[in-house]
């Protein structure tokens, strides 16, 4: 072994094997292209951050997903995204707070009244005032404005009042 290179094996653990090999190349691994990405060297995925794209590298890039869902097929690379999934896909037992008339289950208290105050069993109460789209609740007709009408002022016409 030559000197030095002790340092450069300890620099390596915990790496993935595409990550060594661009490693040694440090131009190529943080070369950011002309549009302001970082592009993965294997994959060429973009990333707006180059430590966005060292941990795909490190975490996803070529690996199998690590996190698997106990209840169904879905598997993820990112823990949290698995707790989303289980969180929203939670079984009824899980949702402790069932509505009265559609028995739709909640994991909170608050979310049920929403959905029963507005929702359930309701028209729709707010409206796009350029189209006519309607929506029980506020921020997609927001959203919708936003996106379908970009030059127009942003606002809603409430039906209930």
Same mark, same amino acid.
């Given at each position: 072994?030559?000197?030095?290179?002790?340092?450069? *094996?300890?620099?390596?653990?915990?790496?993935?094997?595409?990550?060594? @090999?661009? *490693?040694? @190349?440090? %131009?190529?691994?943080?070369?950011?292209?002309?549009? =302001?990405?970082?592009?993965?060297?294997?994959?060429?995925?973009?990333?707006?951050?180059?430590?966005?794209?060292?941990?795909?590298?490190?975490?996803?890039?070529? #690996?199998?997903? %690590?996190?698997?869902?106990?209840?169904?097929?879905?598997?993820?690379? #990112?823990?949290?995204?698995? &707790? %989303?999934?289980?969180? &929203?896909? *939670?079984?009824?037992?899980?949702?402790?707070?069932?509505?009265?008339?559609? =028995?739709? =289950?909640?994991?909170?208290?608050?979310?049920?009244?929403?959905?029963?105050?507005?929702?359930? =069993?309701?028209?729709?109460?707010?409206?796009?005032?350029?189209?006519?789209?309607?929506?029980?609740?506020?921020?997609?007709?927001? *959203?919708? &404005?936003?996106?379908?009408?970009?030059?127009?002022?942003?606002?809603?016409?409430?039906?209930?009042?």
């Amino acid at each position: 072994m030559i000197e030095g290179d002790e340092g450069d *094996a300890e620099r390596g653990k915990g790496r993935t094997e595409i990550e060594r @090999s661009y *490693a040694r @190349s440090s %131009r190529e691994f943080t070369t950011m292209r002309r549009d =302001g990405l970082y592009e993965c060297p294997s994959c060429h995925n973009l990333y707006k951050w180059k430590k966005s794209m060292l941990s795909h590298l490190r975490n996803q890039c070529k #690996q199998p997903p %690590r996190f698997e869902c106990p209840h169904c097929t879905m598997k993820n690379y #990112q823990k949290s995204h698995m &707790i %989303r999934h289980l969180r &929203i896909n *939670a079984s009824d037992k899980k949702k402790p707070f069932q509505c009265q008339k559609c =028995g739709r =289950g909640f994991t909170l208290k608050r979310n049920k009244d929403r959905h029963v105050n507005y929702e359930c =069993g309701h028209e729709p109460r707010f409206q796009c005032p350029y189209c006519g789209l309607r929506s029980k609740q506020t921020s997609p007709v927001y *959203a919708h &404005i936003r996106k379908k009408h970009p030059e127009e002022e942003v606002f809603i016409f409430d039906m209930k009042l």
